[in-house]
C-alpha cells in the first residue's frame, strides 16, 4: 500500500508539475522565436541577394545601352568623315570594320543563345568596340594646335588589374603613360611599344605555352614553334567556361584591332604627321585601357 502524501507535499508535486510545464512551454516559445527570427535572418538575406542581383542588372543593363548608344554616335560620327580623310589610317579604318563586324557575330551568337548577353564580357565586347571607332574619329581629326600638357594623360582607369598578374606589368604600364604628352612628338611610339608587350605578356604569363599544350596537345603553333596567340586565348575562355567561337574570334580580332593602331601610329611619327593632340592621345590611351582590361578579364 503506498505511503500516504501529506497536502503539503501534494502541493509541492503540483507547483513542480506545474514548473516544469512552464519550462517547456517557455522552452517550446523560445523554440518557436528562434525559428521565426531565424526565418526572418533568411528572408531578409535573400531579400538582400534579390535587390543586389536586380541592382546589377540594372546596371548592366544601362551600360550595355550606353555603350549601344556611344557605338551607334561614333560609327555616325565616322560616316560623317569628309572623303578627303579617307586615305588617312587606312589600316586601322579596315581593323575598325572588321572589329564591328566580329561583335556583330557575336551579338548574333548571344540572340540564337550560343552564350549568355549579360555576361561581363558581352558588355565589355561592345565598349571595345565603340573605343575603336572612337579612337579613329579622334585621330581622322585635325589635331587641335595647342600643346599643353594635360596631367589628366597620366591617370588611369586600371587600378589592380595588372598588380593581379604582375607587378612589373603595372609598372609597365605607368610608364607608358609617361611618354604621353602633346609636347612629346615621339608620343605614339614609345607608348606603343610599351603597351604592345604588356599585351603580349599577360597571354604568355596567363597561358604559358607547356601549360596550353598540356591542357591540348594539338593547340596550333607558329612557324617557330611557338603557341598561338589564338590558342592562348581559347585555353583562358575554355578555363572560365566559356566555350563561345564568336567570342574567341572576337577577343583574337580585337587584339589585332590595337595591334593595327600601334602599327599605324608608328608608321605616322615621322615629320609633323607624328603630333598628336590631347584629345587624340586620350582617346589612344581609353582605346588600350579598355583592351588591357578586356584582356585580363578574358584571362583571369
Not at 586615305?87 to 551568337?109: D, G, K, M, W
Not at 596631367?151 to 598578374?165: F, K, N, P, S
Not at 607624328?274 to 588600350?288: C, E, N, P
Request: charged share 25%.
Amino acid at each position: 500500500m503506498p505511503a500516504r502524501r501529506t497536502p503539503s507535499q501534494i502541493r509541492s508535486d503540483l507547483r513542480r508539475a506545474q514548473q516544469q510545464q512552464r519550462q517547456a512551454v517557455q522552452k517550446f516559445n523560445r523554440a518557436i522565436d528562434d525559428y521565426n527570427r531565424e526565418v526572418r535572418r533568411v528572408n531578409a538575406h535573400n531579400q538582400r541577394i534579390v535587390a543586389n542581383y536586380n541592382r546589377e542588372v540594372r546596371a548592366h543593363n544601362a551600360r550595355v545601352r550606353a555603350n549601344r548608344q556611344r557605338l551607334r554616335h561614333e560609327i555616325a560620327r565616322l560616316n560623317a568623315q569628309s572623303p578627303t580623310t579617307t586615305v588617312r589610317f587606312v589600316t586601322y579604318r579596315t581593323s575598325v570594320q572588321a572589329l564591328q563586324q566580329s561583335f556583330e557575330r557575336v551579338e548574333a551568337s548571344s540572340i540564337d543563345g550560343s552564350w549568355n548577353a549579360s555576361d561581363e564580357l558581352f558588355e565589355m565586347a561592345e565598349g571595345e568596340t565603340a573605343n575603336s571607332v572612337a579612337v579613329l574619329n579622334a585621330l581622322l581629326a585635325d589635331p587641335s594646335t595647342d600643346d599643353v600638357d594635360d596631367a589628366r594623360l597620366r591617370r588611369t582607369v586600371i587600378t589592380t588589374e595588372l598588380q593581379e598578374i604582375d607587378d612589373d606589368l603595372d609598372h609597365r604600364w605607368h610608364g607608358a603613360l609617361f611618354f604621353l604628352s602633346p609636347r612629346n612628338p615621339d608620343a605614339a611610339r614609345h607608348f606603343c611599344t610599351s603597351a604592345r608587350e604588356i599585351l603580349v605578356r599577360i597571354l604568355d604569363m596567363k597561358a604559358p605555352d607547356k601549360v596550353v599544350l598540356a591542357a591540348n596537345p594539338a593547340a596550333t603553333l607558329t612557324p617557330t614553334g611557338q603557341v598561338t596567340r589564338r590558342e592562348k586565348i581559347r585555353f583562358c575562355l575554355t578555363r572560365g567556361g566559356q566555350q563561345s567561337l564568336a567570342l574567341l574570334n572576337f577577343v583574337d580580332d580585337d587584339i589585332d584591332n590595337v595591334m593595327d593602331l600601334f602599327n599605324d601610329f608608328n608608321s605616322a611619327t615621322h615629320g609633323e604627321s607624328g603630333r598628336f593632340d590631347m584629345l587624340q592621345l586620350g582617346a589612344i590611351k581609353t582605346r588600350v585601357e579598355g583592351a588591357i582590361q578586356f584582356l585580363q578579364r578574358v584571362v583571369t
